[in-house]
C-alpha cells in the first residue's frame, strides 16, 4: 500500500515535467510501474535500469549530432 502512494506521488511529480500527461494519469501510471517493479524481481530491476541507462544515452548522442556546429574561424573576405 505504501509502495502505491509513493509510486503515484512520483507519478504526479512527473507529469508537471512531461507534456501531455495530467496528473491522474501520471499518478495511476506510477501505482502501475510501482506494480510492474515489483513482480519484476531484482534481475528484472536491474534489467530495466540498464535499458534506460542505454535509451538515455542513445537520445542524447542522437541530440548532439543534429546540433549545427558553427566554425570557430569566420571565413576570409576578399576584395572585389
Known sequence: MFGRILGAIAGSKVAQH???VDG???AILG???TSALRRLGP???IAA???GY???RRLEKRDA???VSRPS???ATFPR
Open 31 to 33: 501505482v502501475a510501474a
Open 18 to 20: 512531461v507534456r501531455g
Open 49 to 51: 535500469g540498464l535499458g
Open 73 to 75: 574561424v569566420m571565413p
Open 43 to 45: 534481475f528484472g530491476l
Open 65 to 67: 549530432a543534429k546540433q
Open 54 to 56: 542505454a535509451f538515455m
Open 24 to 26: 491522474t494519469g501520471a
